[in-house]
Nanobody, 120 residues
Framework: QVRLVESGGGLVQAGGSLRLSCAASGSVFSIRTIGWYRQAPGKQRDLVATITSGGNTNYADSVKGRFTISRDNAKNTVFLQMNSLKPEDTAVYFC??????????????WGQGTQVTVSS
């Protein structure tokens, strides 16, 4: 019901910046929260940042002050601006949407992921 497509990943040197995009389609009005997760090889998938339909944001301690999540409602797109990148930020980044299918029934949708590689 919700489709998410990430873009913007790539290779960047430590200290550099990237901006990831997540374009949503389908039942966009059902989305209540958008989150960015990341997963490095052999590691668990960790929550990086979230933004609610009301504009409230939260960040993992590891990215506070460096990453910014934002949304363009007119374009149904969420962004993750990543500054001061570190090699430990290297991971596949996934966009997620928390949706309310009907009152009391929630679902989570995932994008395909985009690779971010930070070289030292």
């Amino acid at each position: 019901q919700v489709r998410l497509v990430e873009s913007g990943g790539g290779l960047v040197q430590a200290g550099g910046s990237l901006r990831l995009s997540c374009a949503a389609s389908g039942s966009v009005f059902s989305i209540r929260t958008i989150g960015w997760y990341r997963q490095a090889p052999g590691k668990q998938r960790d929550l990086v940042a979230t933004i609610t339909s009301g504009g409230n944001t939260n960040y993992a301690d590891s990215v506070k002050g460096r990453f910014t999540i934002s949304r363009d409602n007119a374009k149904n797109t969420v962004f993750l601006q990543m500054n001061s990148l570190k090699p430990e930020d290297t991971a596949v980044y996934f966009c997620t949407a928390g949706s309310e299918l009907r009152p009391g029934l929630l679902a989570t949708y995932w994008g395909q992921g985009t690779q971010v590689t930070v070289s030292s």
